[in-house]
């Protein structure tokens, strides 16, 4: 089996240049504004349904304000949240509906810290702050700042996303294969990336113009194709 790059390439890391904004824009900008110190606004929360950005954005912008010297962290889903924050001046917590009551008391308590040193809060759930199933201190703070919801792509995004992402590569990305892509495989924006950053690199290596049937043929030598249709479909 050819050792291609749709199970062994990672993904890149969550950027603000990796996300295309969609009808998002006001978020992304917000947020690129918070990650470089240029927000009057310390407080963000937002909210979507799984697979809108969301998670994409609040790591995005803690790499961020990283790579300009902030101390920042992101907490996913069921990782603890740090005692203290210790240093810490932006903290970004994933998926809130899903904190136990130790983990809220937690998050109100390091908030209101971050909060007395001028530092940065980050959060994101399921629904907006008013249908959230918290304690009601820490609903307060959650709506305290910016509230934004985050909107999934059409399909007409991804597809302009898309042919945006293969013109960077330098590639002319037919219409066949987009279909193909949003009909077959997963229909998040970053696992569609990674299948095309494959097919370029299969392409490359093949020596061969990217099609529907080089597509195809990548998919069946990956040897693990659960969830795609076979060749022809």
Not at 26 to 49: C, D, K
Not at 108 to 121: I, P, S
Not at 157 to 181: M, Q
Request: one cysteine or more.
């Amino acid at each position: 089996m050819r050792q291609l790059a749709l199970g062994l390439a990672p993904s890149p890391d969550p950027a603000f240049d990796n996300f295309f904004p969609g009808r998002n824009v006001e978020a992304v900008s917000a947020l690129r504004a918070l990650s470089v110190g240029h927000s009057a606004e310390h407080f963000v929360y937002l909210w979507g349904e799984r697979g809108c950005g969301r998670s994409h954005l609040l790591q995005a912008t803690v790499a961020a304000a990283c790579s300009r010297g902030t101390v920042a962290g992101y907490v996913a889903a069921g990782e603890p949240l740090p005692a203290e924050i210790s240093g810490v001046r932006m903290l970004a917590v994933d998926d809130v509906e899903k904190l136990d009551a130790q983990a809220q008391l937690e998050f109100f308590h390091l908030y209101n810290a971050l909060r007395e040193c001028h530092g940065a809060v980050l959060a994101a759930g399921n629904v907006a702050p008013a249908r959230l199933q918290l304690r009601a201190d820490l609903l307060t703070r959650l709506g305290w700042g910016l509230v934004f919801q985050v909107h999934a792509l059409s399909d007409e995004e991804k597809r302009v996303a898309l042919k945006r992402h293969a013109a960077a590569r330098a590639f002319d990305l037919r219409d066949e294969i987009v279909d193909y892509l949003l009909r077959h495989l997963k229909r998040d924006l970053p696992s569609l990336m990674t299948v095309l950053d494959a097919l370029d690199r299969y392409s490359l290596e093949t020596k061969r113009t990217i099609t529907l049937p080089l597509l195809l043929e990548l998919l069946q030598a990956e040897g693990d194709r659960d969830g795609y249709p076979p060749p022809g479909i």
